[in-house]
T-cell receptor
């Protein structure tokens, strides 16, 4: 079955540590996205990538980094510079970013808690 | 720039009652509008979307939404609520030149009472 996988489902981090969240898709989508979800705030875009080896900052990129070395994979690193990293992180993908009609499909999410 | 406002962070209905979740948007160009549903600790699932054409859009699980340009609204309805509809619902918009960049509302948590 095609879809998006995220791992791990739950992640605990000590303050000052970097952690990497995995996102893999087998939908053959060009575009991938990372969102952060906090209660009552909806989803906010962290980074997005339209194609391999290219990515752009979203609305709240500070304290995060990404890479896109393969079409299927778009890992997100939460660095120690992120002041309040405890949140639910969602990865999404779409066919492309050149058509506004394209649907974004979401993974199951990773819940990150800083101890 | 575009924005989305969902009126009511919590909505509570009885099983069998009408579900109405409100969404208003702002966009400088004709918007594309989406409704997603999220069950606890899960990702988002697309319920329906409006791009062009018919303003009444039918989605999965018996939900539908009507695009009203004059009211800048895209409210989500379901005639008869089921216990399994309990979830959080997000309205989202793509507007202007922000291709692929969804702007989400704050979400509405729907509770269904027996």
């Amino acid at each position: 079955d095609g879809g998006i996988t995220q791992s791990p489902k739950y992640l605990f981090r000590k303050e000052g540590q970097n952690v990497t969240l995995s996102c893999e898709q087998n939908l053959n989508h060009d575009a991938m996205y990372w969102y952060r979800q906090d209660p009552g705030q909806g989803l906010r875009l962290i980074y997005y990538s339209q194609i391999v080896n290219d990515f752009q900052k979203g609305d709240i990129a500070e304290g995060y980094s990404v890479s896109r070395e393969k079409k299927e994979s778009f890992p997100l690193t939460v660095t120690s510079a992120q002041k309040n990293p405890t949140a639910f992180y969602l990865c999404a993908s779409s066919t492309a970013m050149t058509r506004r009609t394209d649907t974004q499909y979401f993974g199951p999410g990773t819940r990150l808690t800083v101890l | 720039a575009q924005s989305v406002t969902q009126l009511g962070s919590h909505v509570s209905v009885s099983e069998g009652a009408l579900v109405l979740l409100r969404c208003n948007y702002s966009s400088s160009v004709p918007p594309y509008l989406f409704w997603y549903v999220q069950y606890p600790n899960q990702g988002l699932q697309l319920l329906l979307k409006y791009t062009t054409g018919a303003t009444l859009v039918k989605g999965i699980n018996g939900f539908e939404a009507e695009f009203k340009k004059s009211e800048t609204s895209f409210h989500l309805t379901k005639p008869s609520a089921h216990m399994s509809d309990a979830a959080e619902y997000f309205c989202a918009v793509i507007g202007g030149t922000s291709y692929g960049k969804l702007t989400f509302g704050q979400g509405t948590i729907l509770t269904v009472h027996p």
